[in-house]
């Protein structure tokens, strides 16, 4: 069993940032993909920007630029999700994802705002 756990989220101004991390219940390089996916009200969960071993790193267009996905430099085992130029459309509540085989694993979600 996978267990990830997100921190990070809050509210923030428009054009402000956010740094959000990701802790899996052991290392990262053991998985077949790592991301961040966002669901805002009333609509569906969509990818922000994942690594994976069959097509590499991926954002989404709307947040290319000003998004970017890591591995956390200290720790095997944390995913990190810097957002920068933050928008209102950026909105929505943010879950951790690790791909194991055609298995995937979710964080619980980690709600991010930015509003003035």
């Known amino acids: 069993q996978v267990h990830l756990v997100e921190s990070g989220g809050g509210l923030v101004q428009p054009g402000g940032s956010l740094r959000l991390s990701c802790k899996a219940s052991?290392?990262?390089?053991?998985?077949?993909?790592v991301g961040w996916y966002r669901q805002a009200p009333g609509k569906q969960r969509e990818l922000v920007a994942d690594v994976t071993v069959a097509s590499g790193t991926v954002y989404a267009d709307s947040v290319k630029g000003r998004f970017t996905i890591s591995a956390d430099k200290s720790k095997d085992d944390t995913i990190n999700l810097q957002m920068n130029s933050l928008k209102p459309d950026d909105t929505g509540v943010y879950y951790c994802?690790?791909?194991?085989?055609?298995?995937?694993?979710w964080g619980q979600g980690t709600q991010v705002t930015v509003s003035s």
């Open positions: 994802n690790v791909k194991s085989g055609s298995i995937d694993y």
């Open positions: 052991g290392s990262i390089y053991n998985y077949d993909g």
